[in-house]
């Protein structure tokens, strides 16, 4: 029963006002309509973490690749230091992507 209003048909919401996954949660009517997410600081903590995550990827790498058999702390828990924080560089690296994306959308389509 998504779009109508009391027997008539609402407009559809615009593709920009949409999400990746359109209109999988739909306005209840609590939440603000002008509700906007802070992009440029979600972008500005993306860009700081993406090269701190891949540098640390990069250090417990290569700190993992010269221990030895009986260092402290082992290369198996530097190698899964190293895999958290490569994960962690991938998934700020993908926010930053959206996020970029999501701002030349905005922007392109300002008055």
């Given at each position: 029963m998504r ?109």
């Amino acid at each position: 029963m998504r779009g109508q209003h009391h027997g008539r048909t609402a407009a559809p919401e615009p593709r920009s006002r949409s999400g990746v996954f359109g209109d999988r949660f739909p306005r209840t009517g609590t939440e603000p309509a002008t509700a906007r997410s802070a992009l440029r600081l979600r972008q500005l903590l993306s860009a700081v973490f993406l090269p701190l995550f891949a540098a640390a990827t990069a250090g417990f790498a290569v700190w993992a690749a010269h221990s030895g058999p009986g260092d402290s702390p082992g290369g198996g828990p530097l190698t899964v230091l190293a895999v958290v924080c490569g994960v962690l560089a991938l998934a700020a690296a993908l926010h930053l992507t959206v996020v970029t994306r999501r701002r030349r959308r905005e922007r392109d389509t300002a008055p």
